[in-house]
């Protein structure tokens, strides 16, 4: 009687682990500054066709990240050439300083809305592009070097279960 509750107990345990995140990709920055003109790109493919998906640009900062805010440029390449940009901008601190995001001590992930319900029709390879965007106030050049971002990835996941 033991071993089949815990069998029971084991099987409703696994069931219940997230198996909904398709893909999940982190590019590292060396010395955590991300320079002006460096592009992360990330590449995918394999998915279902009819399936919604929702996308994340996942970015961890640490406290040397000067800014509140974060302004991103991303283009998402089709497998038929169709390249669909943007210019996005996230909090990533509240008006006291407080960092946004999960994690202990000097680093913090935050998980960032990019696409909602958004469904791939064409198989193939798709490509997503990520540049920082960020400036001074009064500043028309951006900022070379952000100091402070150590990673950004992105993530995919099932849109519903």
């Not at 009819?50 to 996308?55: F, K, S």
Request: aromatic fraction near 12%.
């Amino acid at each position: 009687m033991r071993s089949y509750i815990f069998l029971v107990f084991t099987i409703a345990f696994l069931s219940s682990c997230n198996t909904n995140v398709v893909t999940s990709e982190y590019k590292s920055l060396n010395g955590a500054v991300w320079n002006k003109d460096e592009i992360l790109q990330f590449n995918f493919s394999k998915l279902d066709t009819v399936q919604a998906y929702h996308m994340f640009i996942n970015v961890r900062n640490d406290d040397t990240f000067p800014y509140s805010n974060l302004f991103l440029i991303t283009s998402l390449s089709t497998p038929d050439g169709e390249v669909l940009q943007d210019t996005l901008e996230y909090n990533m601190a509240l008006r006291d300083g407080t960092w946004l995001g999960k994690g202990s001590g000097s680093l913090k992930e935050n998980k960032l809305w990019y696409k909602e319900n958004i469904v791939f029709p064409t198989s193939g390879v798709y490509t997503l592009e990520v540049s920082h965007a960020m400036r001074k106030n009064g500043n028309v050049q951006g900022v070379i070097s952000l100091e402070g971002i150590t990673d950004v990835g992105l993530e995919i996941t099932k849109s519903n279960p």
